[in-house]
């Protein structure tokens, strides 16, 4: 995915823009809106010299995505890519709590998932845009690629520092197959020290958001399998979702 020169420019998924029509809305604004197929995230927005890559979700979604745990999933896919990335929730949780008794399920998870997985991404360090109208996405999107443009984004400056050894020690547990940054740097804010980690066992690993039986068993024999027998055990390999330069 290449990103020009221009000084503001937005891509917007297909298949998001299919159902909202915001690309004709943000170039009204004078924004260079390009539709396009983004393999990771809804929009990659460009401002100056700086790029954010945006996942969108409305209330519902977020909750379901939660309940499902696609969301960490997405979230790590967001991680892996050479750009910084934000989540962006919009609608109103009330909204979501009718839908969710309209349907017959219970309304409570809502207020439940929502205020939990704030105070999850928070921990996480993943930076959230919350946007209460969806009818305000395009606005929001161009003022965020204006601020970045004019190098104004106090919310969202991403501040270059030194890689410290906990950055490293996240690394080296998330190249674990089905974890991933995200999901190491829960565990390991957990678990506070690899050694700790390889001595968890599965129901222990199990217990931390997003992980679950089948990656907590798979963590386990990671750290359990003697290196002979390893040799002869196949696991799947994870490629970037995303390709871009400048």
């Known amino acids: 995915m290449i990103i020009g020169n221009r000084a503001m420019k937005i891509l917007v998924d297909k298949r998001e823009d299919q159902s909202k029509g915001w690309a004709e809305k943000m170039r009204q604004m004078g924004v260079e809106v390009e539709i396009s197929w983004l393999e990771a995230g809804d929009f990659l927005v460009k401002g ?26 997405q979230l790590d896919a967001l991680a892996h890519q050479e750009v910084p990335f934000s989540l962006m929730i919009t609608g109103d949780p009330k909204d979501a709590w009718r839908k969710f008794r309209s349907m017959g399920r219970d309304p409570s998870l809502v207020w439940n998932v929502f205020l939990g997985i704030q105070n999850e991404l928070a921990l996480s360090g993943v930076p959230t845009i919350v946007v ?56 390991i804010e957990r678990f506070k020290t690899l050694k700790r980690v390889a001595n968890a066992n599965l129901a222990e690993l ?41």
């Open 206 to 246: 199990a217990e931390v958001r997003g992980i679950g039986k089948k990656i907590a068993k798979h963590i386990v024999e990671v750290f359990t399998t003697p290196y002979d027998e390893a040799k002869e055990i196949k696991v799947g390999r994870k490629k970037s979702l995303l390709y871009w330069e400048q």
């Open 132 to 187: 209460p109208d969806e009818d305000l996405v395009p606005k929001t999107l161009y003022l965020l690629a204006k601020k970045m443009e004019t190098g104004v984004r106090p919310s969202l400056r991403v501040v270059k520092r030194s890689r410290t050894l906990a950055d490293e020690q996240v690394e080296v547990l998330g190249t674990i197959r089905g974890l991933g940054i995200v999901k190491a740097k829960a565990i």
């Open 48 to 73: 100056g010299e700086h790029i954010l890559l945006i996942e969108r979700k409305s209330v519902s979604d977020l909750v379901n995505s939660v309940i499902s745990k696609r969301l960490f999933d």
